[in-house]
């Protein structure tokens, strides 16, 4: 079996919440040894609000979703409050390849744990700081929260149905996705230098600037010609017909889209409705495109009868762009996400077994990267400090009766 | 001196629109060598896309094109000549990683499907950005970014909390494309994924990135609430809407995000009000359990009050508070201008243009943009004569028979 692409690489893990979480969360499915920093006097907030959980109350609340930001990773326990924390964590630093932390600016360094402080002690150490508005400059002290940043960035403001409100995307986790994904794609980029030059640094990632790099449309035209992008919904600057149809059922839809005028007749004929490729109001682009209102009924007349897995199929035959609208539950049974490995059933020692949508990391040798279980809290206490830092059973003993490993 | 975190990597990216390109530009502008592959001719599509500065198309003038394409070097060459297929070939021995968004089928046509390409370079790590992948019933099924967005279940959760009638308003896509800027990202990330297992084992891989799963995997927290306890996230109002962060002002619309730590706060914005002394709200964990009833009185607050005055008492109070800005607004806070995060790119023909720039800020090897997109086919001597050694008769006879 080849090995995982980031065996050899150990991370320390401060994150909390989503973002930070969900980056480290990458890095164990790649192979790292991620090391979560917790403690009984800071429950991670995944971990609070996992109210909802049917499976909650087994292995200490580690399921739901804490289970989902965390699973891979080892779990120590360290009171930050106490000095000798701080000593510990310059002592493991020798084992270190990554700091990983997303606090309030200023926490590490008050700490002493700041990028200046490890350096010194590990000069090739790779720091990530991640935070909403960024290390420098006027916000960086503002809490940051995915949904405030996404008001931020012009995200929200552009999402919406055109005679509607902006809205927060539905994935109340996209802006802290896009945000992990950027920090991940900038450690592993630091790791690569590292790899050629031996030489660590400081990664300051801004999720608000994340999220703008990321959906750049419409700043790139507000720059070049002044122009406001407002909400469209789904449709799009070119592309007629392009949308959501009602479908059989009750809350069942497919996405349509055409490109070009053979994609059109192609769609007409699968709609049983030949005439309509020759229909003067829809004959090319730009009358599509003028007339979309009145083809989107003409095309909802038809795909109202008829089940929206079906009309995928059917739509994708005639080589027209079509796709069932899924719900969370169609992407548990899905036949072709089922056939492609991305669901995982993850196994906890007791025998608990969950289910996850698996990594898209699809490599041909190396698989979708590995699966464990999201630690209990402190489970790895004596694995790091004894196996790793040497630490005897009893000096371990001793530091968790001083509260320091609590 | 700086040349990125990258530098030394050699890139070839064949490929147009958005995915590939903005898994290649993320490449590139972290130091990467990029060659990008065109059609001779028209080139990426994304070059007729725009916006054009004055409306005006020109195929070099395109936003879009000249922000996903920074930092590469361009080429022509016709994939469908045996000529152009060569010289691909011999690009492939160069590169240490090919990018690419051809329907699969279409790469098995041309003959340059990874079994292929691993021949002429084991070591070279493919990465294949596809709407639904390489393997699978809809293997090859022709989409565009409002398809992923619908079959990875994203748009069936958006807008969160604001349909009154789920029957009535369709799930909705994201803003932009957002669908294919994530194929690029999460393109770029297992694409380094794969390096670092080709520096263990000397082989490559073949990276099969399927867009409906970059997509579907950030809303895996909701899938493992549904697996778990069988909860059904969705954009009915009636699904907690009182959890949701929007509030409309007199004048436009805020996000406020209320956690437990922020509630004295909070009531100190709003003058301490009398309701906030019920029994309901003296607890966290009683404060959750009555957000249906806060939340009204909130909002009712909220609409009294201009966005302006919403906002300078929540900073005051230090509250997790945005307003929802719209792009004009964005692009003038003074924060972007002290990160120094836009960069103004100084193009040959487009003229002076100001982009985003980088979301990370790397001590050691900062982003740079170097060169602007490239001109069609811009560096065809570049590459084909000064690299890989073709005489400057045989680049005039490969443009002249059509294979550049």
Redo the contacts between chains.
Sequence with gaps: M???????IRVLDFTQV?MGPQLTQ?LAV?GAEVIKIESKLRPDYFQMIAV????SGQNNNR???F???NYGKLSITLNMKHPKSIELIKQMLKHIDIVAENFRTGVMEHWGLG?EDLKKIKPDIIFYSGSG??R????KD????A???????????????PD???????????TD???A??????V??????R??TG????????M???E??????????????G????RV??R????AP?????CKG??K???I?V?NDEEWVALCKSMGNSELAKDKRFSDALCRRDNQDELDRLIEDWTRKHDHYEVMKRL?EA??????????????SD???K??G?LVDIEYPDKTK?????????????GRGIYKYAPALGEHNRYVFGELMGMSDEEIKRLENEEVLY | MNDG?????KIVELGEFISAPHCGK?LAD?GADVIKIEKPGFGDKARD?G?????IPNPEKS??FL?LNTNKRGVTLNLNSVVGINIFKELVKWADVLVENCLPQDTEKMGID?KTLHQINPALVVTSITY??Q????RG????D?????????????????VYD??H??????????GD??GG??G???T??????Q???G?G??????Q???L????????????????????DRKFKWEN???Y?CKDG?????I?DQFWNGLLEMMGNPDWANEDAFQTPVSRVKNLAKSQPKIAEWMKKHTVAEVESAARTQ??????????????A????T??E?FVDIDHKVAGK?????????????PSKIKRPAPLLGEHNYEVYCQMLGYSPENLVKMKQTGAI
């Design positions: 080849q090995k995982l692409p980031l065996e050899n989503r990458w790649m909802s959980s049917k499976l399921v739901g979703y289970a989902s930001m990028y508005f960024g420098t400059g006027p916000m503002v809490p940051a929260f949904p405030v940043i996404g008001g931020f960035s012009g995200f929200v403001f552009e999402n919406g149905y509607g409100e902006p809205a927060e995307p539905g994935c109340q986790g996209w996705s896009i945000g994904e950027q920090g991940l794609f900038a592993l980029a630091a790791l690569y230098h790899s050629k030489e660590g640094q400081y990664l300051d990632l801004s608000v600037e994340s703008l790099a990321f959906a750049p449309e419409a700043a790139i035209e507000y720059a070049m010609n122009k406001v992008r407002g919904g789904n799009d600057d070119v592309m392009h949308g959501c149809y009602r009750v809350d839809w497919v996405a889209a490109s994708q080589g027209v762009m079509a796709g069932a609208s899924l719900n969370i539950e169609d992407l548990g036949p072709h996400l056939e492609r991305f969950i289910r996850r949508l698996a990594s898209p990391l699809n490599l041909s040798s190396t | 975190a990258l530098s030394g990597l993320l972290s896309w916006p054009f500065p004055q409306d936003g879009l922000y990874y639904f992948g393997t699978g019933p809809y099924y022709k989409a565009c409002l398809i992923s967005l619908h079959t990875s279940a994203e748009a069936y959760v958006n807008p969160l909390y604001e789920p029957e308003d369709p799930p909705l896509k994201l803003p932009g494309h957002s800027f994530l990202l999460t770029a990330i297992c380094m994924s794969a390096i670092f297992a520096q263990t084992s082989v891989q073949h990276v099969d990135l399927s409906q799963e970059a579907a995997w950030i809303i895996s927290r909701e899938a493992g609430d549904y697996f778990d306890s069988d909860i059904h996230f969705q954009r949701s962060p929007k409309a619309y805020i996000m406020m995000v956690t230090h509250l997790p508070f945005s307003v929802i800005h719209s792009v004009k607004e964005v692009t806070d003074e924060m972007f002290a990160r995060f243009i100001r982009f985003p720039g980088a979301p990370c800020k790397f001590s050691a090897t």
